[in-house]
């Protein structure tokens, strides 16, 4: 549904903003979502660790990479291998399922949500952002949660400047947050 939306009306507004001598192929567009999902209790408990997995394909419907510690260092009582978060890179219709469930139905269940920042996009546009509760996602069963952990969510874009990505990512329906006149 969303790729139908994109392919139609997004790609024409951003022809229509960015000029109609820009080529079609060099209009931003959204390449990948890398989402992460820290487990803090991972290494005393398989079974955090399992139930955070669960929750992640249920989420994403993909399953997830398990990333370990490259070193260790002491002061934050970590050995090497030790794992510490779940991975998931989506593309095609699985990214466009989640970014549309995003926007339309996890986003407007935060609690005194006001829109996203606008200063959270890195130097190659693409944009990070945090949601503090895994629970606003409506595929987590509730009975079965057993941590409060918070998923980062990087929407990778393919642009030349960061206002080309804002402009796409307004186009598409993030909500983003309305500066205040004093």
Aim: glycine share 4%; net charge positive; with cysteine.
């Amino acid at each position: 549904m969303l790729k139908n939306i994109i392919n139609t009306t997004v790609k024409e507004t951003l022809t229509k903003e960015l000029g109609s001598k820009r080529n079609v192929f060099s209009l931003p567009r959204l390449d990948k979502v890398v989402i992460n999902y820290r487990v803090n209790d991972a290494r005393e408990s398989q079974e955090s660790l399992a139930a955070a997995t669960n929750e992640i394909v249920a989420i994403t419907g993909q399953k997830p990479k398990l990333c370990r510690a490259k070193k260790a260092v002491s002061s934050f009582k970590v050995r090497q291998g030790d794992p510490l978060a779940l991975k998931v890179t989506l593309r095609g219709a699985r990214m466009y399922d989640f970014v549309e469930k995003l926007f339309n139905i996890v986003l407007p269940r935060l609690r005194d949500f006001k829109g996203l920042p606008l200063n959270a996009f890195d130097s190659e546009g693409n944009y990070n952002f945090t949601i503090k509760d895994q629970t606003y996602f409506p595929e987590i069963n509730l009975d079965k949660i057993n941590h409060i952990r918070s998923i980062q969510v990087t929407l990778g874009i393919t642009a030349s400047s960061k206002e080309d990505s804002k402009m796409l990512l307004s186009t598409l329906g993030l909500p983003f947050e309305k500066k205040e006149n004093n």
